[in-house]
């Protein structure tokens, strides 16, 4: 591959074996890098890029964000294009840390700037049928799904998938907000009307009875070098992610076929950067990909601590063009996310000696993103327990009672 590669001496050619010319660059440290949303997810990734001796801008509507506390920010609209090319003034290669960016500023900014990760799997990943479209065109099954234009559509629907089912809005929506779980023939008129307020195309799934909920960030650089993370079991609650388990408490060969199969979707894909593929683990060990995310990934906060390169550290050097690092796990790990209501019982707990972490053997590393206001539900930080075994960090989460009920 040709292309440049950027940084305080400037920008040198960039080769790989076939010699193949295209737009990629190595971007090295020195330069800027620009994030288009200023959330957690950036602060994060400022946090790790700093480390390496990168600078950041990033943009964001909301004053103070996350990431504007740790690098400079542009306060504007997402869709506001003069604030975009700003950005792309300050920046030598611009990233995203969430798939609601507009993807028309995203396909703008790849004329006047360097998008390594482009605008279409942006395009892709924001809407559930084209992206189940184009985890099927990888060759990875996901669970059968129809498009629904109307109210008699989703009645033959449910009839052919049967109850429960799924009704998922096809763009918006997380955390499980933009769903409906159908239970009975009478929740259908309601279940239709309410999502199609939404203005968007509506998709049903079959309900998958799944034995565990799986995760696995996969990384790809430009030069095509795929890395994928260990898979992580995670539990959620009201439909929020609570824990994150690694290793996942699965078979070794289960675990295998999950990477392998993250690995197929950031190949298939061309991803640059990273990519989160949520997974639904069944009793007869089947795996079926439930949605992806193109970008660092709640499930994958564990390996802040936990591997020898964390997502963040991955994210920077693929969309930099650099090696990939070392994805190895170094200890078990929990990752309990910290919401709204359980801010006050943690920072109660901070100034004291944690006799429970000590007995236990475990090692608690608290990351706040710095939100002004804890609301309920939010997501305010995370904890990574690290510990002999995943048991040891789940009993010091029960002891704490932060988390209770």
Known sequence: MEGESCGIDGCVPVTNESGNANKAKVILPGSTVGILGGGQLGRMLANAGSAMGYRFVTLDPTSDAPCGQVAEQIVAAYDDREAARELAKRADVITYEFENVDAGVAAMLMNESYVPQGSELLYTTQHRLREKRAIEAA????????????????????????????????????????????????????????????????????????????????ARNPQGEIRTFPAAE????????????????IEAALQRDAEALAARIAEGLGVVGLIAVELFLTEGGELFVNEL????????????????????????????????????????????????????????????????????????????????????????????????????????ISETNIWKG
């Open 234 to 249: 995670n539990i959620h609650v009201d439909n929020i992610l609570h824990l994150s388990i690694v290793p996942a408490r």
């Open 139 to 218: 060759g990875v099954q996901v669970a059968p799904y129809a498009e629904i234009r109307n109210v008699e559509e989703l009645r033959e629907a449910v009839r052919r998938f049967g109850l429960p089912s799924v009704l998922k809005t096809a763009t918006g929506g997380y955390d499980g907000k933009g769903q409906w779980v159908i239970r009975s023939e009478a929740e259908i008129e309601e279940a239709y009307e309410t999502l199609s307020r939404a203005r968007t195309e509506l998709v049903l799934e079959q309900f998958i009875r799944f034995e565990k909920e799986l995760s696995v960030i996969a």
């Open 293 to 396: 995310a193109p970008r660092p990934h709640n499930s994958g906060h564990y390996t802040m601590e936990a591997c020898r390169t964390s997502q963040f550290e991955q994210h920077v050097r693929a969309v930099c063009g650099l090696p990939l690092g070392d994805t190895s796990l170094m200890t078990p790990v929990v990752m309990v996310n910290v919401l709204g209501e359980h801010m006050e019982p943690l920072l109660a707990r901070l100034p004291d000696t944690d006799e429970a972490a000590q007995r236990l053997g475990v090692a608690a590393k608290v990351h706040l993103y710095g939100k002004h206001e804890a609301k309920h539900k939010r997501k305010m930080g995370h904890v990574n327990v690290l510990a002999a075994d995943t048991e040891a960090a789940l009993a010091w």
